[in-house]
């Protein structure tokens, strides 16, 4: 058993920050626990423009806003191994890890940060029934194929559904010379960014079909038709509207999922709506010494957030490491009117973190809305938001006089309210 | 030495060429798709049947209880997954009761061991999942589960170390009797033998048809699934049928032997007997009924689903034997229990081939095969030693299910190897889990063109113009 401070399961941008942030806040003793041969996450295979214009203000490619924080890490010499799986957490801060280079080695830490990603939920997961042809793949493994391994997936496209990723598979797709035929949205509304929906598919006259879905996939090989049709309110597909696309490729871009299996070995508390753990404002779960941030806490749209979020963790971490656990009384928040959810669930009443970041998305597209935080039902916090959407996350900051207002057994309340 | 001829490397046709290769005998498998087990054999319940369910004094009766009482030592001896987990029958409403007694009797006059009806809320002591409609339940002890397609792959693997020859993507396109049996396929070969044995399961007819002038009809009837997340795997513990009524047969819900839970399956007879697709009808009718012997059913634990086809004889029971054309053996109409019954119609149709052919036994005969060394199931001790043995081992590629390039590389260099995503798949288990492959496609093409040598562009999901990729990207 090696013995170790902070152990940080996944180099990705969320791993990486938290690395970097607990550096600076004097630990020494950290490591990065990653399964792939590179730093970086997923931010390797996103090549195209976008990323880091809330961080560094400037617009960066993927792999270059991860290269900004790999340069960060090796400048600080922190510890890390590639190739490296962890197969199991336990609760009390027992990893067990595999590579080729060390075999099998079992690590306990004070604290641990989950920085594991997400992945895509599959075909299976959303019940299209047809044919189990090839040229059926989820639009980050054909984006890996596309754009890592340097493979075309097909030549004529249908994706289904509008997450960002498949949004921009669709640009990346055409630029390769395929025909994108269509892009069929289950939902009245995108799940994916705005400025995606415009970049993406309006330059480049693909048509966006909201309402639709897939319900049979033909072929016997490889796909050689789709069959969409119209649904109801009820999201049921209305039979009288099927038409047929020929195509030879079906992207599936239906969500992301936390990756939570470690989580579960370890019995961190999960949230049924996140898909991932339920933590407090400094990002600690129900495991003491056990963080989450990034993807595997919740999906976000924009890496910029994930950094944030996980240098606070890191930062939490370490003063975990330092003074162990000071806080017990928590407030739990709850979401109402639209809310979704809420990041952090709960809060402790002495926040020593100056302000706190609420992060939030919203079960539909709403007009003309306030974004509310009452305590007991007294608004402590109102923000003016003219759209919002499922696809994009919001944010409210609350400041330490705001805080001031909240103490144990108050209900607080995050919800969307007319203006 | 004598030429035989199997047609078919479905689980009939492995277990067969696997005791065949007991006698020193030619033994040709000739199979039309990429692999074994790409027919009815990778999509079924996979269920070792207890055998009260089959009609008295029928083949279908006699092979299901034969078939049973051998899975414990052939599931060791050839190392496939097994387990001896138990079956109910799930009575719904108090009338339906004599059914429920008929079934228990049948079940005795069939000879199944250990028979006994419990009253509903007994039932729900042991499974505290189903339905507070249940008013009683037929329980079996002896039902069990199989891995059905790596049971498959390993009656053909033993046999082929033992010396039987399997030659793939050859379809059989004429049978005739000439001074011997003369076999044709569809790429322009033919293969000359003192014995064809016809396993091809829902085509058994059509090949039947091209040897003999007594023809045969099987008709293709459908059977839909939906798997549920091994989180899920608490809802049942033993395997839950539905008591057949006027309403139609039910639907199954079952754990798997790697812990999943399944459900299904529908029964939809087919003109297309090479449409194995889903549909939208089929699997709402499963999940509705399925909800109906387990209510907490969450469909967003779903995470593949699929179809198989029933080899459906319309005169009813299994056809095995020699046909009225010497040479030409028949083991045709192997719907369920088929893959129960597999180990004993191998072992039959080997005897009485035998017997017919004057074959000696073979003295080399090893009946022994290791599978698969699989990392997700080893304690850390054990892990730890084979990473050492082997360093292939502690690199995770599929990390859903926990699998290994060690286990990859194994399980496309050893006899019958892999050649293609789905030949991984179901040997190890890569990409089979919640991810369906998400995230280890590329990886697994990558080590199968190392390992054959073959560009990225000419790796398949199965055989044939299943090709993953179409070419490069501009450069
Ligand atoms: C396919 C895909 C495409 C995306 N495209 C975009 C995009 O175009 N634009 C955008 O803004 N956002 C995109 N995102 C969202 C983007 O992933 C996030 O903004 C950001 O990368 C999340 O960072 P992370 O560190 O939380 O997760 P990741 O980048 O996924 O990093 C997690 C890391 O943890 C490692 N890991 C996980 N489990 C283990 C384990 N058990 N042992 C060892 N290591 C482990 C993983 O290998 C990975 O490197 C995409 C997400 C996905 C899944
Ligand atoms: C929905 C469903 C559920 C079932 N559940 C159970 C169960 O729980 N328990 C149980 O005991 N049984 C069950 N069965 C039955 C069992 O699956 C079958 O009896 C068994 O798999 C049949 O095996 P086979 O080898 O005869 O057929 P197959 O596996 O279909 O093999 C036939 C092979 O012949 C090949 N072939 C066909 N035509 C040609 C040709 N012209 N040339 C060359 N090759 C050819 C095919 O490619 C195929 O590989 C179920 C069946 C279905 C459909």
Redesign the pocket.
């Given at each position: 058993m090696i013995e170790k401070n902070l152990i940080i399961?996944?180099?990705?941008?969320?791993?990486l920050a938290a690395a970097k942030s607990a550096y600076d806040s004097g630990e020494r003793d950290i490591l990065i626990?990653?399964?792939?041969n590179t730093l970086g996450?997923?931010?390797n295979?996103?090549i195209?423009n976008?990323?880091g214009l809330h961080t560094f203000k400037e617009e960066l490619t993927?792999p270059e806003y991860a290269n900004r924080y790999v340069q960060q890490v090796l400048a600080r010499n922190i510890e890390y191994k590639l190739g490296?799986?962890?197969i199991s957490v336990t609760n009390d801060k027992v990893i067990t890890c595999v590579s080729e280079a060390d075999g099998l080695v079992k690590y306990h830490a004070k604290a641990i940060i989950l920085?594991?990603?997400?992945?895509?939920r599959p075909r299976g997961g959303i019940n299209i029934a047809g044919s189990r042809c090839a040229g059926v793949f989820s639009?980050?493994t054909a984006?890996k194929l596309v754009n890592i391994d340097g493979y075309m997936v097909g030549k004529e496209v249908v994706i289904l559904g509008s997450g960002?990723?498949g949004l921009?598979m669709a640009r990346r797709m055409t630029f390769e010379g395929a025909k994108v035929k269509a892009v069929v949205e289950l939902m009245p509304y995108s799940s994916g960014l705005n400025r995606n929906i415009v970049q993406c598919l309006k330059d480049f006259d693909i048509p966006l079909m909201f309402s639709h879905t897939v319900v049979d996939i033909k072929g016997k090989d490889r796909v050689e038709s789709v069959v969409i049709a119209q649904v109801d309110e009820k999201l049921q597909p209305i039979m009288s509207t099927a038409q047929e696309i020929k195509c030879d490729t079906l992207l599936l871009s239906v969500g992301?999922l936390p990756?939570n299996e470690?989580a579960k070995f370890a019995n961190v508390q999960l949230s049924n709506v996140t898909g991932g753990g339920v933590v407090d404002d400094k990002m600690m779960t129900n495991v003491e010494g056990i963080f989450q941030c990034?993807?595997?806490l919740h999906v976000?749209?924009?890496?910029d957030f994930?950094s944030e979020e996980s240098e606070l963790a890191g930062k939490c971490a370490v003063d975990y490491i330092n003074n162990g656990k000071t806080e017990s009384d928590y407030v739990e928040l709850q979401t109402s009117g639209g809310v979704r959810y809420v990041v952090p669930q709960k809060i402790s009443r002495k926040v020593d973190t100056g302000e706190l970041k609420l992060k939030m998305r919203v079960a539909n597209v709403f007009k003309n809305r306030r974004l509310v935080v009452e305590v007991d039902g007294e608004e402590i916090f109102s923000k003016k938001r003219p759209v919002v959407a499922p696809g994009e996350m919001e944010t409210i900051t609350l400041k330490a006089d705001q805080l001031d207002k909240v103490s144990k057994g108050q209900s607080v309340v995050v919800c969307l309210k007319e203006v | 030495m004598s030429k035989i001829i199997i047609i078919g490397a479905g689980v009939v046709g492995s277990s067969i060429a696997r005791e065949l290769a007991r006698y020193n005998a030619d033994v040709l498998v000739l199979e039309s798709a990429n692999d074994v087990a790409c027919g009815t054999s990778k999509a079924n319940s996979g269920i070792v049947h207890a055998g009260f369910d089959a009609k008295p004094n029928t083949l279908k009766a006699k092979f299901n209880i034969l078939g049973n009482a051998m899975f414990d030592r052939l599931s060791v001896e050839l190392d496939f997954p097994f387990k001896r987990i138990g079956a109910m029958v799930l009575c719904f409403d108090e009338k339906d009761y004599p059914a429920l007694e008929e079934l228990y009797h049948k079940g005795e006059a069939n000879g199944v061991k250990g028979l006994e009806i419990l009253p509903g809320d007994k039932a729900r002591e042991l499974e505290p999942h189903i339905s507070k409609e249940v008013v009683a339940v037929l329980r079996a002890p002896s039902s069990g589960i199989v891995g059905p397609y790596e049971m498959t792959i390993a009656f053909a693997e033993n046999a082929c170390v033992n010396g039987v020859e399997f030659l793939f993507n050859k379809k059989v396109t004429n049978v005739r009797k000439a001074e011997d049996m003369v076999v044709e396929c569809a790429d322009g070969t033919s293969y000359h033998a003192d014995m064809v044995i016809n396993c091809a399961g829902v085509f058994a007819d059509e090949i039947n048809n091209m040897a003999c002038d007594k023809k045969m009809q099987i008709v293709a009837r459908k059977g839909e699934y939906m798997l549920l997340d091994k989180t899920n795997g608490y809802l049942a513990s033993h395997t839950l049928f539905q008591l057949p009524t006027k309403m139609g047969k039910g639907i199954l819900v079952s754990p798997t032997t790697h812990g999943n839970i399944l459900i299904g399956p529908t029964a939809h007879d087919m003109l297309d007997k090479e449409n194995v697709s889903t549909t939208v009808d089929g699997l709402n009718e499963v999940y509705k009924m399925a909800s109906m012997s387990v209510p907490e059913l969450n469909k967003r634990m779903v995470i593949t689903q699929f179809s198989g086809l029933r080899a459906h004889n319309v005169d009813g029971d299994f056809v095995i034997g020699e046909s009225e054309v010497k040479g030409f053996y028949n083991v045709a109409g192997i719907e369920s229990p088929g893959l129960t019954s597999a180990p004993a119609i191998g072992d039959y149709v080997a005897k009485d081939v035998a017997k017919i052919m004057n074959l000696e036994s073979n003295p080399n005969f090893v009946p022994v095969r290791e599978g698969i060394k699989q990392f997700s199931t080893m304690d850390d001790t054990q892990r730890a030693e084979i990473i050492k043995k082997n360093p292939l081992y502690g690199k995770v590629v599929c990390r859903c299910e926990v699998v290994t390039e060690g286990e990859i590389v194994d399980s496309i260099n050893r006899p019958l190897g892999a050649k293609d995503l789905d030949g991984v798949k179901r040997r190890t288990r890569a990409g089979m889990g919640r991810c369906q492959s998400g995230f280890c496609t590329s990886r697994i093409m990558e080590i199968l063109s190392r390992e054959l040598g073959k560009d990225m562009t000419k790796i398949t999901k199965f055989g044939g113009k299943s090709n993953v990729v179409i070419g490069r990207v501009k450069q």
């Amino acid at each position: 058993m090696i013995e170790k401070n902070l152990i940080i399961i996944g180099g990705g941008p969320a791993g990486l920050a938290a690395a970097k942030s607990a550096y600076d806040s004097g630990e020494r003793d950290i490591l990065i626990l990653e399964r792939e041969n590179t730093l970086g996450g997923i931010l390797n295979q996103c090549i195209h423009n976008g990323f880091g214009l809330h961080t560094f203000k400037e617009e960066l490619t993927g792999p270059e806003y991860a290269n900004r924080y790999v340069q960060q890490v090796l400048a600080r010499n922190i510890e890390y191994k590639l190739g490296a799986t962890v197969i199991s957490v336990t609760n009390d801060k027992v990893i067990t890890c595999v590579s080729e280079a060390d075999g099998l080695v079992k690590y306990h830490a004070k604290a641990i940060i989950l920085a594991c990603g997400c992945r895509e939920r599959p075909r299976g997961g959303i019940n299209i029934a047809g044919s189990r042809c090839a040229g059926v793949f989820s639009a980050g493994t054909a984006q890996k194929l596309v754009n890592i391994d340097g493979y075309m997936v097909g030549k004529e496209v249908v994706i289904l559904g509008s997450g960002d990723i498949g949004l921009i598979m669709a640009r990346r797709m055409t630029f390769e010379g395929a025909k994108v035929k269509a892009v069929v949205e289950l939902m009245p509304y995108s799940s994916g960014l705005n400025r995606n929906i415009v970049q993406c598919l309006k330059d480049f006259d693909i048509p966006l079909m909201f309402s639709h879905t897939v319900v049979d996939i033909k072929g016997k090989d490889r796909v050689e038709s789709v069959v969409i049709a119209q649904v109801d309110e009820k999201l049921q597909p209305i039979m009288s509207t099927a038409q047929e696309i020929k195509c030879d490729t079906l992207l599936l871009s239906v969500g992301l999922l936390p990756e939570n299996e470690l989580a579960k070995f370890a019995n961190v508390q999960l949230s049924n709506v996140t898909g991932g753990g339920v933590v407090d404002d400094k990002m600690m779960t129900n495991v003491e010494g056990i963080f989450q941030c990034g993807n595997v806490l919740h999906v976000h749209d924009l890496v910029d957030f994930v950094s944030e979020e996980s240098e606070l963790a890191g930062k939490c971490a370490v003063d975990y490491i330092n003074n162990g656990k000071t806080e017990s009384d928590y407030v739990e928040l709850q979401t109402s009117g639209g809310v979704r959810y809420v990041v952090p669930q709960k809060i402790s009443r002495k926040v020593d973190t100056g302000e706190l970041k609420l992060k939030m998305r919203v079960a539909n597209v709403f007009k003309n809305r306030r974004l509310v935080v009452e305590v007991d039902g007294e608004e402590i916090f109102s923000k003016k938001r003219p759209v919002v959407a499922p696809g994009e996350m919001e944010t409210i900051t609350l400041k330490a006089d705001q805080l001031d207002k909240v103490s144990k057994g108050q209900s607080v309340v995050v919800c969307l309210k007319e203006v | 030495m004598s030429k035989i001829i199997i047609i078919g490397a479905g689980v009939v046709g492995s277990s067969i060429a696997r005791e065949l290769a007991r006698y020193n005998a030619d033994v040709l498998v000739l199979e039309s798709a990429n692999d074994v087990a790409c027919g009815t054999s990778k999509a079924n319940s996979g269920i070792v049947h207890a055998g009260f369910d089959a009609k008295p004094n029928t083949l279908k009766a006699k092979f299901n209880i034969l078939g049973n009482a051998m899975f414990d030592r052939l599931s060791v001896e050839l190392d496939f997954p097994f387990k001896r987990i138990g079956a109910m029958v799930l009575c719904f409403d108090e009338k339906d009761y004599p059914a429920l007694e008929e079934l228990y009797h049948k079940g005795e006059a069939n000879g199944v061991k250990g028979l006994e009806i419990l009253p509903g809320d007994k039932a729900r002591e042991l499974e505290p999942h189903i339905s507070k409609e249940v008013v009683a339940v037929l329980r079996a002890p002896s039902s069990g589960i199989v891995g059905p397609y790596e049971m498959t792959i390993a009656f053909a693997e033993n046999a082929c170390v033992n010396g039987v020859e399997f030659l793939f993507n050859k379809k059989v396109t004429n049978v005739r009797k000439a001074e011997d049996m003369v076999v044709e396929c569809a790429d322009g070969t033919s293969y000359h033998a003192d014995m064809v044995i016809n396993c091809a399961g829902v085509f058994a007819d059509e090949i039947n048809n091209m040897a003999c002038d007594k023809k045969m009809q099987i008709v293709a009837r459908k059977g839909e699934y939906m798997l549920l997340d091994k989180t899920n795997g608490y809802l049942a513990s033993h395997t839950l049928f539905q008591l057949p009524t006027k309403m139609g047969k039910g639907i199954l819900v079952s754990p798997t032997t790697h812990g999943n839970i399944l459900i299904g399956p529908t029964a939809h007879d087919m003109l297309d007997k090479e449409n194995v697709s889903t549909t939208v009808d089929g699997l709402n009718e499963v999940y509705k009924m399925a909800s109906m012997s387990v209510p907490e059913l969450n469909k967003r634990m779903v995470i593949t689903q699929f179809s198989g086809l029933r080899a459906h004889n319309v005169d009813g029971d299994f056809v095995i034997g020699e046909s009225e054309v010497k040479g030409f053996y028949n083991v045709a109409g192997i719907e369920s229990p088929g893959l129960t019954s597999a180990p004993a119609i191998g072992d039959y149709v080997a005897k009485d081939v035998a017997k017919i052919m004057n074959l000696e036994s073979n003295p080399n005969f090893v009946p022994v095969r290791e599978g698969i060394k699989q990392f997700s199931t080893m304690d850390d001790t054990q892990r730890a030693e084979i990473i050492k043995k082997n360093p292939l081992y502690g690199k995770v590629v599929c990390r859903c299910e926990v699998v290994t390039e060690g286990e990859i590389v194994d399980s496309i260099n050893r006899p019958l190897g892999a050649k293609d995503l789905d030949g991984v798949k179901r040997r190890t288990r890569a990409g089979m889990g919640r991810c369906q492959s998400g995230f280890c496609t590329s990886r697994i093409m990558e080590i199968l063109s190392r390992e054959l040598g073959k560009d990225m562009t000419k790796i398949t999901k199965f055989g044939g113009k299943s090709n993953v990729v179409i070419g490069r990207v501009k450069q």
